[in-house]
């Protein structure tokens, strides 16, 4: 029910991130901790979300379920697999203008994130996506100090501190800092049940 209300009962004390789940701050508290509970046996690199370290172990087991037809090479992720068909097809797999001018288009994904396998339609946006996995993140709120990795969310984070709700329901004037929010508030109204 605090996905709809909003509430955010756990606030972190070093940063003022508020979450739903007092899992989620807990979580939340190894940026500042520092903390890598999940240790690597064979290698011994760390991580702070069981996810992350999940899809490292696949680099050590058998779990290279995508396997290329012509040289017999396994990988961990499809996208790593369609990459490495590149070898076998043409040195690259796309130019840039072929991209930029056709990609959207087609719906291909050319740029690919070598940690999760996940696709890109342009180069930016795997730069984006990259500071998930690498932790970088900058954009910071000059108010509290605290970064982000997108500068739109920290966007919607200075609204916090400025007390702003741009998006107002039309029905009843309840306002709210996300259109998310305002989303989920207009099923009072429609009735809708998803």
């Known amino acids: 029910m605090r996905v709809h209300t909003g509430e955010k009962p756990f606030t972190c004390q070093k940063c003022g991130n508020s979450f739903t789940q007092q899992g989620s701050l807990k979580i939340h508290m190894r940026i500042h901790t520092g903390e890598k509970p999940y240790t690597c046996q064979q290698c011994g690199r760390s991580f702070s979300r069981k996810n992350g370290f999940k899809i490292h172990m696949r680099t050590h087991t058998i779990e290279s379920s995508y396997t290329c037809q012509q040289c017999g090479k396994s990988f961990t992720h499809k996208g790593r697999l369609k990459i490495h068909m590149g070898v076998h097809t043409r040195e690259k797999l796309y130019t840039y203008s072929q991209c930029h001018k056709t990609v959207v288009h087609t ?88």
Not at 132 to 144: A, D, L, S, V, Y
Not at 149 to 173: D, R
């Open 107 to 194: 719906g291909e994904s050319p740029f690919t994130c070598q940690q999760c396998g996940k696709g890109f339609t342009l180069k930016g946006s795997l730069n984006r996506h990259m500071r998930i996995h690498n932790g970088e993140k900058p954009f910071t709120c000059k108010q509290c100090g605290k970064s982000f990795n997108q500068a739109g969310n920290l966007k919607v984070h200075t609204m916090i501190h400025t007390g702003e709700k741009p998006y107002t329901c039309p029905q009843c004037g309840k306002s709210f800092n996300r259109e998310g929010y305002l989303k989920v508030h207009m099923r009072v109204h429609t009735g809708e049940k998803p």
